[in-house]
């Protein structure tokens, strides 16, 4: 029996093709979960940041403002900064939101201290299944809410905020952007949305043809929706905190950077979302990368791994008036 043909293989960048060979592309479900979180964890770098660079790392358990379980975020700070209030970075982390920690953030983070003198925090979030929102959004509020509490605690400047996410992170990051801006409680100045997971309708449309193939089809991003939102996605009630797609209004969210990869399953949502945030008065910046899937920072030397990391850099630089 012939193996089934690839419909997108002859469209990855050859720098990142090996990807989709060494991690097998699988449906995942729930029988598959605890094996799957287990070979991600196993994946992770198990460093020692502190010893890799000059910063502090500390782990607190900070509380939830919506009377849920408390929050873990880990903090990471250069221990020298030409900046006598630090930037503040606050990252949360993707795996579908159903796997995932802030473990995976902490080597990014730290060299973003390093270079450019931020104090970046990544929060733990409760994951999906085992809890469906609003307990990441809350988690994830929460957590930059706390620190924009303790600014000083912290040493950070209130005025200079940026939120960031990757793949579901992303998704989360929109969305705690919008309540942020309804909520107005305080303010960011900067979104960044690498590869982002923004519409749990795409789980429930036909596949692409030639987008999502690999590392992370549409059986596994279906999964990833119905686990978080707690019912079939694509119904038509859905809060734009959860799905930042079903925003009917973008207008108000601070600066926005987008990268994401051609054969990428959330190509579509990512450029309609962009899309959205220019017809709604938002400046954004958006980077389409060819042949990229949803793995490409396994690939940080390639060509386009660093033109998307030189120019997500410029834009958190330039939002907040750092250069």
Same mark, same amino acid.
């Given at each position: 029996?012939?193996?089934?043909?690839?419909?997108?293989?002859?469209?990855?960048?050859?720098?990142?093709?090996?990807?989709?060979?060494?991690?097998?592309?699988?449906?995942?479900?729930?029988?598959?979960?605890?094996?799957?979180?287990?070979?991600?964890?196993?994946?992770?770098?198990?460093?020692?940041?502190?010893?890799?660079?000059?910063?502090?790392?500390?782990?607190?358990?900070?509380?939830?403002?919506?009377?849920?379980?408390?929050?873990?975020?880990?903090?990471?700070?250069?221990?020298?900064?030409?900046?006598?209030?630090?930037?503040?970075?606050?990252?949360?982390?993707?795996?579908?939101?159903?796997?995932?920690?802030?473990?995976?953030?902490?080597?990014?983070?730290?060299?973003?201290?390093?270079?450019?003198?931020?104090?970046?925090?990544?929060?733990?979030?409760?994951?999906?299944?085992?809890?469906?929102?609003?307990?990441?959004?809350?988690?994830?509020?929460?957590?930059?809410?706390?620190?924009? &509490?303790?600014?000083? =605690?912290?040493?950070?400047?209130?005025?200079?905020? *940026?939120? !960031?996410? #990757?793949? +579901? %992170?992303?998704?989360?990051?929109?969305?705690?952007?919008?309540?942020?801006?309804?909520?107005?409680?305080?303010?960011?100045?900067?979104?960044?949305?690498?590869?982002?997971?923004?519409?749990?309708?795409?789980?429930?449309?036909?596949?692409?043809?030639?987008?999502?193939?690999?590392?992370?089809?549409?059986?596994?991003?279906?999964?990833?929706?119905?686990?978080?939102?707690?019912? &079939?996605?694509?119904? =038509?009630?859905?809060?734009?905190?959860?799905?930042? *797609?079903? !925003?009917? #209004?973008? +207008? %108000?969210?601070?600066?926005?950077?987008?990268?994401?990869?051609?054969?990428?399953?959330?190509?579509?949502?990512?450029?309609?979302?962009?899309?959205?945030?220019?017809?709604?008065?938002?400046?954004?910046?958006?980077?389409?990368?060819?042949?990229?899937?949803?793995?490409?920072?396994?690939?940080?030397?390639?060509?386009?791994?660093?033109?998307?990391?030189?120019?997500?850099?410029?834009?958190?630089?330039?939002?907040?008036?750092?250069?």
């Amino acid at each position: 029996m012939s193996e089934p043909t690839s419909r997108s293989r002859h469209l990855i960048d050859p720098e990142i093709v090996s990807a989709v060979d060494l991690i097998p592309t699988t449906d995942l479900t729930y029988s598959k979960l605890i094996e799957s979180r287990e070979n991600q964890s196993k994946m992770m770098p198990q460093i020692d940041i502190t010893e890799k660079f000059p910063v502090t790392f500390e782990i607190k358990t900070v509380p939830s403002y919506f009377g849920g379980p408390a929050i873990r975020i880990e903090i990471i700070k250069p221990k020298q900064s030409k900046y006598d209030k630090l930037p503040l970075y606050y990252s949360i982390h993707g795996g579908g939101m159903v796997m995932g920690s802030p473990v995976g953030e902490r080597i990014n983070n730290a060299s973003l201290a390093v270079q450019h003198g931020f104090c970046c925090v990544s929060v733990g979030y409760r994951l999906a299944p085992e809890h469906a929102q609003p307990s990441q959004l809350q988690d994830c509020y929460s957590g930059l809410k706390w620190c924009i &509490e303790h600014a000083e =605690e912290l040493g950070i400047d209130k005025e200079k905020v *940026a939120l !960031a996410g #990757s793949s +579901a %992170g992303a998704g989360l990051a929109a969305g705690v952007a919008l309540y942020i801006r309804d909520q107005k409680e305080f303010e960011i100045q900067h979104l960044r949305l690498i590869r982002p997971m923004l519409d749990d309708r795409t789980s429930v449309v036909p596949d692409h043809p030639y987008a999502g193939e690999y590392i992370w089809n549409n059986r596994s991003n279906y999964f990833g929706w119905k686990s978080v939102l707690g019912h &079939e996605p694509g119904l =038509e009630e859905v809060s734009e905190y959860y799905v930042p *797609a079903r !925003a009917k #209004s973008l +207008a %108000g969210l601070p600066p926005t950077y987008i990268n994401i990869g051609t054969v990428d399953l959330f190509i579509d949502e990512a450029l309609l979302f962009a899309k959205q945030l220019v017809f709604d008065g938002v400046l954004v910046e958006l980077h389409v990368y060819p042949g990229y899937h949803h793995l490409s920072p396994m690939f940080p030397d390639a060509h386009y791994s660093k033109e998307g990391a030189a120019t997500s850099e410029h834009a958190l630089l330039k939002a907040l008036k750092l250069i």
